[in-house]
């Protein structure tokens, strides 16, 4: 076994991960591990994806800070045990719902928000009185070695630890007798994860991607449209799981839509945004080459240029793209919108609804029978209608994917259910004893 597995599981078993008092500690401790480390956060997200103060403030600190609070303020409540009904045949019996930690869990995380996404599940787990070891990305090295500095100093190895590393590393963790894997990242990586943990059996949650689309019906409130997608397309370069990957307007719109979207580009970036300093760069050359090749693909409405020493891709619109094309096939996980036009909404709720499950889609149109189309009729793990991006922010809303978008959800108290199994528990009366069950009771057969 890896020594830090064997540590936790060790010391999980001595028992002192269970009282509410200890786990309510503890998030106060990574509450104020997070604003000691506040400095040190903000210059890795700036070093390693040019992420500016706010949106690094906002979307990774603030963002685990309210996570955290919300833990605080429920967990007393989550962790009470739960009082069942039972059925006749239990006459004179208590039965109950006890919340049981899982023991030791590995976190595997992604680098587009290295921080959030590494530190938001922690908070769950914790909670629900788990031992942790937390796998950051590999590709902001930076940010991973800040959370290991920091996990170090706030917590011990035998509760909470860092291992750094890449593939071979997170794969050698999962050969390891871990008690629960909560992985956010890939659909492809996702399946290995999954097959690697059903050698043993182990409980996954899966946090995955695809392409989530986005629809601009004829009757929506165009500039405002235009405003919230421009947003939730373009914070972090497009780098963001439910960031909009494609757009379905009513061919009605398009024009408008196209207009108020540029505008609302250079509100936001400037009309030269590869001089932005506070524009996010693209995550590495691979992933810059990639999505500059989409560029190539259809006709340029908005943006288009590039930077390759900076790796900076402007904010892009384009449109005359098909199916076939790349950017049509690839999760993008850039700075590029491609544009689909459509005349009915039937047509938009087929075609989304032959493709693998998304993990957001977003909705735009006043008419509420047509939102109600699309919300029950297209299967996908959350969303907004009239917005984008604003569902994860609630922590009452359990966050996750159906289908390839993901296993399982999180945040708020989806996150404590989630680390925590449910033990069915009959306590039983002694102080008389039914017949019917034994054999040789007339009555059993009717009670049955
Ligand atoms: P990734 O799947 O390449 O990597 C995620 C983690 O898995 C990293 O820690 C990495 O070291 C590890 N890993 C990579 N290859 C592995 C392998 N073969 N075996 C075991 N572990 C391996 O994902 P990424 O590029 O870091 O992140 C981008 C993807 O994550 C996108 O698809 C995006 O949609 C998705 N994502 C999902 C969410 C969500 O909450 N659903 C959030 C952020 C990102």
């Known amino acids: 076994m890896h020594p830090v597995v064997k540590l936790q ?35 890795a997200l700036k070093f390693d994806l040019s992420k500016s103060e706010y949106e690094a403030y906002t979307a990774e600190i ?19 045990p739960v009082r069942v009904k ?23 995380a992604p680098w587009n928000y290295p921080l959030q996404l590494a530190i938001a599940p922690v908070i769950g787990a914790i909670a629900s009185g788990n031992t942790v070891i937390i ?33 071979e590393v997170t794969q050698e963790l999962l050969n390891q007798p871990m008690d629960y894997v909560f992985f ?71 024009a408008d839509f196209v207009k108020a979207i540029k505008k609302y580009i250079y509100e936001f970036y400037g009309e030269e945004s590869l001089l932005n300093e506070d524009y996010v760069k693209i995550v590495n050359r691979p992933h810059f ?27 892009t619109v384009m449109d005359q793209v098909t199916w076939t094309d790349h950017v049509m096939q690839d999760e993008i996980f850039g700075p590029v919108l491609p544009i689909l036009t459509y005349d009915e909404l039937d047509e938009v709720i087929k075609q989304i609804s032959d493709r693998p499950k998304p993990l957001a889609l977003y909705y735009f149109g006043e008419n509420e029978k047509d939102q109600q189309q699309v919300t029950e009729r297209i ?14 922010l609630n922590p009452h809303l359990p966050f996750g994917g159906v289908g390839e978008s993901g ?42």
């Not at 963002?63 to 009470?80: Q, R, V, Y």
């Not at 299967?379 to 994860?392: A, P, Q, R, V």
């Open 9 to 43: 599981k060790d010391w999980y078993k001595e028992g002192h991960t269970k009282s509410y008092e200890f786990r309510k500690e503890q998030l106060k401790k990574l509450k104020k591990m997070l604003v000691t480390f506040e400095k040190p956060i903000l210059q």
């Open 62 to 80: 603030a963002f685990l800070k309210t996570e955290i609070d919300d833990h605080l303020k429920h967990l007393k409540e989550w962790m009470a």
């Open 86 to 108: 039972a059925p006749l045949t239990h006459t004179g019996s208590k039965n109950y719902i006890i919340k049981e930690p899982y023991g030791t869990t590995l976190i595997i």
């Open 135 to 167: 796998k950051p990305s590999e590709l902001t090295p930076t940010v991973s070695w800040v959370i290991k500095r920091m996990i170090e100093q706030y917590f011990p190895a035998h509760y909470i630890s860092v291992i750094e590393g890449d593939k």
């Open 184 to 254: 956010t990242g890939s659909v492809p990586v996702g399946k290995k994860v999954m097959e690697q943990a059903s050698k043993r059996l182990i409980p996954v949650t899966l946090e995955l991607g695809g392409k989530s689309p986005a629809i601009v019906h004829r009757d929506a409130n165009i500039d405002l449209a235009a405003k919230r997608i421009a947003w939730g397309k373009f914070i972090n370069a497009g780098q963001t799981c439910i960031a909009p990957d494609y757009l379905y307007v009513h061919h009605e719109v398009k």
């Open 289 to 315: 080459d990639r999505i500059s090749s989409y560029l190539d693909e259809g006709n340029i409405l908005v943006g288009g240029r590039v930077d390759s020493n900076q790796l900076r891709i402007e904010p």
């Open 379 to 392: 299967s996908f793990g959350g969303g907004c209608i009239n917005d984008t991006l604003y569902h994860i």
């Open 407 to 448: 296993i399982g959800h999180y945040h708020g108290k989806a996150s404590f259910e989630t680390f925590s199994h449910e033990k069915s528990i009959t306590k039983q009366t002694t102080k008389f004893d039914q017949k019917f069950r034994y054999p040789g009771s007339k009555l059993g057969l009717k009670a049955v």
